[in-house]
Nanobody, 125 residues
Framework: QVQLVESGGGLVQAGGSLRLSCAAS????????MGWYRQAPGKQRELVAR???????NYADSVKGRFTISRDNAKNTLYLQMRSLKPEDTALYYC???????????????????WGQGTQVTVSS
């Protein structure tokens, strides 16, 4: 069973920083592109940042220069360093993995579109 578990959310004042983590658990062989998404109340889920296995990144315009996405492939962990936080960054942040290759006994399986349960980020003004 493969799971993504986020952590690191919380309440912070505007201008502050938080670091989110997303740990993938299970008998994982490899993970393709991963990303952070967020959903504010009454709004659609939106892409925040994405990173490929090789480290290529892309960001939403609203977070460029303030957020940094990174990953540790050896630990199967994704990070999001958030700085200069604004009240409009308040949302439930989700981790996503496009494709995960994993072992089940002696077999190798591939699953698609994994999501974590989300971690709440609240920025007060």
């Amino acid at each position: 069973q493969v799971q993504l578990v986020e952590s690191g959310g919380g309440l912070v004042q505007a201008g502050g920083s938080l670091r989110l983590s997303c740990a993938a658990s299970g008998s994982i062989r490899s993970i393709n592109a991963m990303g952070w998404y967020r959903q504010a109340p009454g709004k659609q889920r939106e892409l925040v940042a994405r990173i490929t296995t090789g480290g290529s990144t892309n960001y939403a315009d609203s977070v460029k220069g303030r957020f940094t996405i990174s990953r540790d492939n050896a630990k199967n962990t994704l990070y999001l360093q958030m700085r200069s936080l604004k009240p409009e960054d308040t949302a439930l942040y989700y981790c996503n993995a496009d494709q995960i290759t994993f072992y089940s006994g002696e077999d190798v399986h591939r699953g698609y579109d994994y999501w974590g349960q989300g971690t709440q980020v609240t920025v007060s003004s």
